[in-house]
Nanobody, 117 residues
Framework: QVQLVESGGGLVQPGGSLRLSCAAS????????MAWYRQAPGKQRERVAF???????DYADFVKGRFTISSNNAKNTVFLQMNSLKPEDTTVYYC???????????WGKGTLVTVSS
């Protein structure tokens, strides 16, 4: 089992920045990939970025050049640095971990990001 807790959401003006954190606990040694997703009301959940256990990141086209995903040395916390935020980035952001030999998914409860003037 892996437990995930997000933090760092809030209200920010357009063009501003926020840094989300996701703290993992439990069987963190079994984590293969950690990712950030977001889901707006009435829309499908979409992946924003992910980072492999080896530290390789990847990004959705709509955040490339604006968001950066990283992890700490202990590999138990993942960050999402969000710059140049736009109103359309407003939604709930979820931390995800894929773990174990069968790639089981674990999810945090989400943190709300609101971009508004």
């Amino acid at each position: 089992q892996v437990q995930l807790v997000e933090s760092g959401g809030g209200l920010v003006q357009p063009g501003g920045s926020l840094r989300l954190s996701c703290a993992a606990s439990g069987k963190i040694f079994s984590i293969n990939v950690m990712a950030w997703y977001r889901q707006a009301p009435g829309k499908q959940r979409e992946r924003v970025a992910f980072i492999t256990s080896g530290g390789t990141p990847d990004y959705a086209d709509f955040v490339k050049g604006r968001f950066t995903i990283s992890s700490n040395n202990a590999k138990n916390t993942v960050f999402l640095q969000m710059n140049s935020l736009k109103p359309e980035d407003t939604t709930v952001y979820y931390c995800n971990a894929e773990a174990g030999p069968w790639g089981m998914d674990y999810w945090g409860k989400g943190t709300l990001v609101t971009v508004s003037s």
